[in-house]
């Protein structure tokens, strides 16, 4: 069975510096992995997904996430954080194969100090 | 285009009532998903549809729970003597396929039940 590991549940940066929320999963085959933002009371969006392209992926509103297969990382960075980054964020992992449900991780909410 | 869409938004339940939730997903999408979000955690798939088959109903966490899409399109999600436990955000999400297509997501029915 897939999973993901998202350690702690809140990060807090500086407006203006480096953002890195870290992702691990866990799979006995290379997987599809994605990240999800969530404002509050919508749906989720997807920032960006790695399907066994490039490693570094890049995605929309600055964010980028390298895969890192020795280290079973998929970790999101932006290289500096905008109030407007303020959210939840979680990262998925889905199968290669026909079965497409994702499975998430518990998520990260993300706060921005002016 | 239009996006996803589901209604009610928000419902509220008394404990023992069956309640009934909507999901119109991006039209001329074959996949259709539904998954559960407690509160502060990742959402958790329920089920999975390819047109109007329902290819996987693992997550689904009791009979109580029955999903149905009866044309391939719009799909109802029906839960039967709703308990508080099942006091959650109810997510839908759609894609153009299985694999790397993109799950796209709706804003969710957030259920309370009393």
């Known amino acids: 069975a897939q999973s993901v590991t998202q350690l702690g549940s809140h990060v807090s940066v500086s407006e203006g510096a480096l953002v890195l929320l870290r992702c691990n999963y866990s799979s006995s085959v290379p997987p599809y992995l994605f990240w999800y933002v969530q404002y509050p009371n919508q749906g989720l969006q997807l920032l960006l997904k790695y399907t066994s392209a490039a490693t570094l992926v890049k995605g929309i509103n600055g964010f980028e996430a390298e895969f890192k297969k020795s280290e079973t990382s998929f970790h999101l960075t932006k290289p500096s954080a905008h109030m407007s980054d303020a959210a939840e964020y979680f990262c998925?992992?889905?199968?290669?194969?026909?079965?497409?449900?994702?499975?998430f991780g518990k998520g990260i909410t993300l706060s921005v100090r002016p | 285009g239009a996006g996803v869409s589901q209604s009610p938004r928000y419902k509220v339940a008394k404990r023992g009532q069956d309640v009934a939730l909507r999901c119109d997903p991006i039209?001329?999408?074959?996949?259709l998903f539904w998954y559960q979000q407690a509160l502060g955690q990742g959402p958790e798939f329920l089920t999975y549809f390819q047109n109007e088959a329902q290819l996987d109903k693992s997550g689904l966490p009791s009979d109580r729970f029955f999903a149905e899409r009866p044309e391939g399109s719009v799909s109802t999600l029906k839960i039967q003597r709703t308990q508080q436990e099942d006091s959650a955000v109810y997510l839908c999400?759609?894609?153009?396929?299985?694999?790397?297509?993109?799950?796209?997501f709706g804003p969710g029915t957030r259920l309370t039940v009393l």
């Open positions: 039209s001329g999408h074959v996949s």
């Open positions: 998925a992992v889905r199968p290669t194969g026909a079965n497409s449900k994702l499975t």
């Open positions: 999400a759609s894609s153009s396929g299985t694999g790397i297509h993109t799950q796209y």
